[in-house]
């Protein structure tokens, strides 16, 4: 018998910030999984360059281009999928910026954009598919959260404080949306080789501080994100509710 238990067959999921980076990793490994995945960015040529890139590999890819901070284009965008007739079973709040600067110089409106960005978005994204999971009895929300959700790093302020949010964030739509058939849960990826990390990777004294302060002895690479989101995305995880996995080489799990 084999194992239908991480089959998305016939799912739909939506991925936002997923032309590149951690949001592009996490469309592949669903669509590897079966599903049909949407992917959302603000750039339409860059959306189309990956999704032609991911269907030249056999994958059932949509794009959806939205602002995820702008309310009535997140509204607008699920009325449309709506009249198409495209029911998102999965989500992954994954669109997010980094901002790096330290809080006495930093800017109100760059604390702002980074909240809008990597927090608020979950909210106004998440609302408008649960308004329909909800309906549906049915439906899995993964939020991507960070190591940043537990442990603070000088200058990275509001990223913390929005991936923090986006735990508890995680747990609010646990306490009210479990009941309606909806799993929400959250990924804390670790330090990763992406483009939002490229200055640090650059960095030879924060790569050997990275090397040295994870177990694992190394960066992550995006791909080795795609079974955690499977398994929040699929059947598997359907009595699991409000957590957190780090998929970290062990950081946060260590002094
Ligand atoms: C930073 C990094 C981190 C990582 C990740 C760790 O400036 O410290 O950008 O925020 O990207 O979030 O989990």
Redesign the pocket.
């Known amino acids: 018998m084999s194992i239908k238990l991480f089959d998305l067959t016939g799912k739909t999921a939506l991925v936002t910030g997923s032309s590149r980076g951690l949001g592009r990793a996490f469309a592949e490994g669903l669509a590897a999984a079966g599903a049909r995945v949407i992917l959302n960015g603000i750039d339409e040529a860059r959306l189309e360059e990956t999704a032609a890139s991911m269907r030249s590999s056999g994958f059932d890819v949509l794009t959806a281009a939205f602002d995820v901070t702008d309310e009535t284009a997140v509204i607008s965008a699920f009325e449309t999928f709506d009249a198409n007739g495209i029911e998102v079973g999965i989500l992954v709040n994954n669109a997010?910026i980094?901002f790096?600067k330290p809080m006495l110089e930093l800017a109100t409106s760059d604390w702002q954009r980074v909240i809008d960005t990597n927090l608020t978005s979950a909210f106004l994204v998440g609302r408008e598919a649960a308004k329909r999971m909800a309906e549906r009895g049915a439906g899995k929300i993964i939020n991507v959260?960070?190591?940043?959700?537990e442990l603070a790093?000088a200058?990275?302020a509001p990223?913390?404080v929005a991936?923090g949010g986006i735990k508890m964030l995680t747990k609010a739509m646990t306490a009210e949306w479990a009941e309606k058939g909806i799993q929400a849960n959250a990924i804390?990826?670790?330090?990763?080789i992406?483009d939002?990390?490229e200055?640090?990777l650059a960095n030879p004294e924060f790569d050997a501080w990275v090397k040295a302060r994870t177990p694992a002895r190394r960066w992550g690479r995006p791909e080795e994100l795609a079974g955690t989101v499977i398994y929040f995305a699929s059947a598997a995880s359907d009595y699991v509710n409000g957590q957190i996995v780090?998929a970290?080489g062990g950081?946060i799990s260590v002094l």
């Open positions: 997010g980094q790096r959260g960070s190591l940043t959700s790093r200058t990275v990223y913390t991936k804390g990826p670790g330090y990763m992406t939002m990390n200055a640090l780090y970290d950081m």
